[in-house]
């Protein structure tokens, strides 16, 4: 079946420090990744649409200059939150997508920041 | 654009009973249109899609048919179980739009036993 992990399952960073969280798919080709935030009131916000062979899509309040994304190959992906402020609490989401129109989900990254 | 509404932040039901969550959607296009549902401590996983307006999808007793009419996608179960209780999101496909999932608010389902 189609699995996503994402690593760590939590972390902790003090103000104005950067973080980088992974993602893989397992038992299928990512050709496309989408990174989300979920809120503590559970919502989601789109971050930003990885595919291969385009240019990764930021959508509007995110940017590469914070959140750059990369997308090197059919199964990895990795975005890094520079200088992370309280603002950027929540859970980070993975969404891996096969070409169909199902994204599969790993369990997120929960950031809390100091 | 589109956009996805769940009115209903909580439903709280008794084992047994209906649950209906209601969900309705703006779009130019036709997207596929999803159930995912989110338990503690874990990333959305698909309940179930529909692709083709006016066709039904279901999966585990859970029900919803994409009804271009009414523009909605209302989810029911005859008879829930304390397992069900979970947060469910009605999901719009933006693929072309370049939004990937468009994710409703969300409904925290509560069935006690």
């Known amino acids: 079946g189609a699995l996503v992990y994402q690593y760590p399952r939590r972390t902790i960073c003090k103000s104005g420090t950067s973080m980088r969280m992974e993602c893989q798919a397992v038992?299928?080709?990512?050709?496309?990744v989408a990174w989300y935030r979920q809120s503590p009131q559970k919502t989601f916000e789109l971050i930003a649409l990885?595919?291969?062979?385009?240019?990764?899509?930021?959508e509007q309040n995110f940017t590469q200059e914070k959140f750059p994304i990369s997308h090197p190959n059919l199964s990895f992906s990795s975005m890094t939150v520079l200088n992370a402020y309280l603002e950027d609490r929540g859970l980070y989401l993975c969404g891996a997508r096969d070409g169909g129109d199902t994204q599969y989900f790993g369990p997120g990254t929960r950031l809390l920041v100091l | 654009g589109n956009s996805v509404t769940q009115m209903q932040g909580q439903v709280t039901l008794s084992e047994e009973e209906f649950l209906f969550i209601n969900c309705t959607y703006s779009?130019?296009?036709?997207?596929?249109l999803f159930w995912y549902v989110q338990y503690p401590g874990e990333g959305p996983q698909l309940l179930l899609k529909v692709t083709t307006a006016n066709n039904k999808g279901s999966s585990r007793g859970f029900e919803a048919t994409y009804d271009k009419g009414t523009t909605s996608f209302h989810l029911q179960k005859a008879s829930v179980q304390e397992s069900d209780s979970a947060v469910y999101y009605c999901v719009l496909g933006d693929y072309q739009g370049g939004r990937a999932l468009i994710f409703g608010t969300g409904t925290t389902v509560s069935v006690s036993p």
């Open positions: 779009t130019t296009g036709y997207p596929t």
């Open positions: 038992g299928f080709q990512a050709t496309s």
């Open positions: 990885s595919t291969v062979n385009s240019a990764i899509k930021y």
